[in-house]
């Protein structure tokens, strides 16, 4: 199991920017790597996720051309990007890896292994 530690979150008024990064304690390169999110009273949902390369990413639609996922498996590390943020965006952002599973997979069901999350909160 692989922790991760989620990081970069805060408050931002609507069209700001953040970036959250997530950081962990195995290397990165063995894993699928992915970022969800949980709005008050919504379920948990896939943002985007990266190939263990970091070749090709993968978004939900509403964050295309917004966000970006990227990685530095030196660092071991994983960032998510946000710029234009909405009021929707409003939640606790989540890291998630998956070591077996292809990154696109990561779009219909989570990998096992979750950070503590970071809440990002928009103002308007």
């Known amino acids: 199991q692989v922790k991760l530690v989620e990081s970069g979150g805060g408050l931002v008024q609507t069209g700001g920017s953040l970036r959250l990064s997530c950081a962990s304690s195995r290397p990165l390169s063995e894993y699928a790597m992915g970022w969800f999110r949980q709005g008050p009273g919504k379920e948990r949902d896939f943002v985007a996720s990266?190939?263990?390369?970091?070749?090709?990413?993968y978004y939900t639609d509403s964050v295309k051309g917004r966000f970006t996922i990227s990685r530095d498996n030196g660092k071991n590390t994983v960032y998510l990007q946000m710029n234009n943020l909405k009021p929707e965006d409003m939640a606790v952002y989540y890291c998630?890896?998956?070591?077996?599973?292809?990154?696109?997979?990561?779009?219909?069901?989570?990998?096992?292994?979750w950070g503590q999350g970071t809440q990002v909160t928009v103002s308007s």
């Open positions: 990266i190939t263990r390369s970091g070749g090709r990413t």
């Open positions: 998630n890896a998956d070591r077996s599973r292809a990154a696109g997979l990561l779009a219909r069901s989570a990998g096992p292994d």
